[in-house]
């Protein structure tokens, strides 16, 4: 795996993220707590011995460049980085990153000079799964592929969703078609037990949907960069273009893959690591474990609390509080009589001086954390948030979308946003 070098993708403006994204990178976006987006590909690559990895990303690049360098530094005895790549301008090109590839093709020049490696790996920076990328290279090299796709299995229902493929016997994609409905959905019916399902999961799943996830020769890259400047995606226009003179192959991945690029899907997937008996998907994988920034903060202090089905990371203060179905990030304050039900509240960056966390100026007397007696539902609160006491955040009027960024938070798709650094003063009911 030493001549395979990472590619992330640190995408766009994340405006289907927002406002998680207002300050910070989409790869840069928290994640179970502790974690962020950004750890998932980056340990996905070092638990596969891939350790030359270049991040691609051009908004808000400051958080995320912060993350990568406090945490991702190897030894000098291993051959490897992790390093963020932002786009610039230069003579030659004047524009940003205008989609996936050209992210990609603008960096050429240097990944170019890369003469040690054999083969590229493009990840995404906003997926959620584990993944050996070691079979996936290995399948890539065993078929002779051009270029590897890593695609999921998946039912009728969900399909109309995904651009599809279709393969022939050997495994080689032959077709694609961008989210059909239909008739031309039915057409892109595949038989995925040539792929290694079942017989019963390939009759429940006849359909396969690219991850996103990419394999590339090196030359064949860097030709198809050079010789197609007006292509500007992966997904949509290279691949697709070169499957008729290259061989373009699938590789099966059966495992829990999310794609958490939205508000709700961000929601949900936090929410359902707290999930029992058994969670979609585990940290706790002693095998291919999850990296991320050593804080070395205190453990969690929990005071006559009531805690269900819930993850509370380290250096947290709860007090007398219910917390149900909900993931805590780092730092997190709960004041007694709260009650936090199915909400992601990400913590703190710091603590206050006073231990008692005195009310403080600068936040009109409001306190950083959860003040007393609060109540929040089906919400997501950024970092630093500084909530009140008796406050309800439970979306009383069951709004679907609100943009309220000036009162501290937006509603998408029926959960609560409050801003990072945002003051939601006492009383309060949203």
């Known amino acids: 795996m030493k001549k395979v070098m990472a590619i992330i993708l640190g995408g766009g403006a994340g405006t289907r993220l927002y406002p998680l994204t207002k300050q910070r990178a989409k790869p840069a976006v928290p994640l179970a707590g502790k974690y962020r987006l950004i750890d998932i590909p980056v340990s996905n690559s070092i638990n596969s011995e891939i ?108 399909a109309s969703s995904f651009g599809l493929m279709k393969i022939d016997q050997s495994g080689r994609v032959v077709d694609f078609s961008e989210k059909p409905t239909g008739d031309a959905l039915r057409a892109m019916q595949v038989d995925t037990s040539t792929l290694g399902l079942s017989a019963s999961e390939a009759k429940e799943k006849p359909y396969i949907a690219s991850m996103g996830i990419y394999v590339f020769k ?19 226009e290279i691949i697709p273009s070169a499957a008729a003179d290259h061989n373009v192959q699938a590789y099966l991945f059966n495992g829990y893959w999310e794609d958490i690029g939205t508000i709700e899907s961000f929601y949900e997937a936090n929410l359902a690591l707290t999930r029992q008996p058994a969670p979609p998907f585990s940290f706790y994988d002693r095998e291919a474990p999850i990296y991320t920034r050593s804080r070395y903060l205190p453990p969690t202090k929990m005071l006559d609390c009531q805690v269900k089905e819930s993850m509370i990371s380290e250096g947290c203060i709860l007090k007398n509080c219910q917390i149900n179905n909900s993931v805590l990030g780092v730092r997190s304050r709960i004041e007694s009589g709260c009650v936090i039900d199915r909400a992601m509240i990400m913590g703190s960056d710091y603590y206050k001086k006073s231990p008692e966390h005195a009310a403080d100026p600068s936040h009109q007397q409001v306190p950083l954390g959860i003040g007393r007696d609060t109540t929040i539902q089906k919400a997501i609160v950024d970092k630093n948030a500084c909530i009140g006491s008796n406050v309800q955040i439970i979306n009383k009027d069951r709004v679907e979308e609100a943009d309220r960024e000036s009162d501290g938070f937006m509603i998408r798709s029926g959960v609560t946003v409050v801003l990072k650094n945002a003051v939601i003063p006492d009383g309060t009911v949203i």
Do not use: C
């Open 51 to 158: 350790t030359k990895i270049y991040v691609l990303t051009q908004f808000n690049s400051a958080s995320l460049n912060r993350h990568i360098s406090q945490t991702y530094t190897f030894s000098g005895f291993i051959d490897g980085f992790t390093e963020v790549l932002a786009a610039q301008q230069t003579p030659e090109n004047p524009n940003w990153f205008q989609g996936t590839a050209d992210a990609v093709r603008q960096y050429l020049w240097m990944l170019s000079e890369s003469k040690d490696i054999d083969e590229f790996i493009i990840l995404s920076g906003d997926h959620l799964y584990r993944m050996d990328y070691r079979e996936f290279v290995h399948r890539h090299r065993e078929t002779n592929a051009d270029i590897t796709l890593s695609v999921v299995p998946i039912s009728e229902s969900r």
């Open 218 to 236: 090196r030359d064949v890259l860097i030709d198809l960069l050079k010789n197609s400047p007006e292509s500007t995606d992966f997904g949509k």
